[in-house]
């Protein structure tokens, strides 16, 4: 979430007129995230999120995520629930801009999650892909088809001049060069509705002394139809790396560079989503190459970000080096590495944690 399109207090009241949401108690702009401008907003009834769509997003495909949403909801995934206006619309206009309202969702994100939080999103990931059947797809805007243009677009910005920035550029080119001709043909794995940016700043949790529980998914705004193992990939890459600091405090580790990849998440992760949905020999075959991909995807998006987002606009930039450290990582693992017991498999030839 971020804020690209600020709003007046009149310009919030004036559209929640529309709505049976009572009145206009507060509202603040979220800063978390890099694609759309969001607002928590306090009303006399409660709590609930306004989110205006930017950039990335084409406006007719913006009825898709809220049909997913109602979709999700209705089978019993905790995510949040486009809210209509009096004449029964879900999605309206403020600002120039495509607007909807949808429930907020108790809880709090987790920004160093344990094997625990791994286990359970790892879980949910399963429910989601299982809730998502049947429903028409949507292309992946974001896949291998558009990495090439990413890359090529990133030069475009300001502040790519830097030499750091050139070599993560030919960096990024070198690996694509050798992920896309191994990326799976679409037939090749089994395909649904997937989250796509399912980051811990997505997934909210609730406990208190009796419990401790997954209490919603968030911001399906990059959700599309591709392989379902993708996704877990993108969970991976997402949950199971942490600052190399804060690593090596814990496990006497050491790391040369940012982040520290931990085996007993993934092995969480994957222990979680197989609970619920095994993977099939293919899917497991095909997981360093998807991890790779993964990795490359938000290094190219952090790396166009970097240059590209307004220097007024509420954003936290994300760091595209972490996510060049985890391809780094990903393009090491032998191809059977998802094939072993994960702690071994993802450890190098002498039995080593490997370090990004």
Known sequence: MAVYTPLSTEQVREFLNHYDLGELVAFQGIAEGVENSNFLLQTTRGRFILTLFERRMDPAELPWFLELMGRLSARGL???????????????????KPGVIVSFLPGSS???????????????????????KGMGARANRLGPEAWPVLLEACGDGKGGESAEFSALQAEAGQALSRLLPAWPKPEALPRGQIHADLFPDNVFFLSDAYERRLSGVIDFYFACT??????????????CFEEADAAESRSGGSSEGRVIFRPDKAAAVLEGYESLRPLEPAERAALPVLCQGAAMRFLLTRLYDWTHTPPDAQVTRKDPWAYAERLRHFMRLSPQAFSLP???????????????
């Open 78 to 96: 905790s995510c949040p629930q486009p809210i209509a206006d009096r004449t029964g619309r879900t999605l309206s206009q403020l600002a120039g």
């Open 110 to 132: 987790q920004a160093h999650p344990d094997a625990w939080a791994c286990r359970a999103v790892g879980r949910a990931l399963a429910e989601l892909h299982e809730a998502g």
């Open 226 to 239: 591709d392989f379902l193992t993708y996704d877990l990939a993108i969970v991976l890459n997402a949950w």
């Open 342 to 356: 994960v702690e071994t498999g993802l450890k190098d030839g002498g039995g080593r944690e490997v370090k990004a």
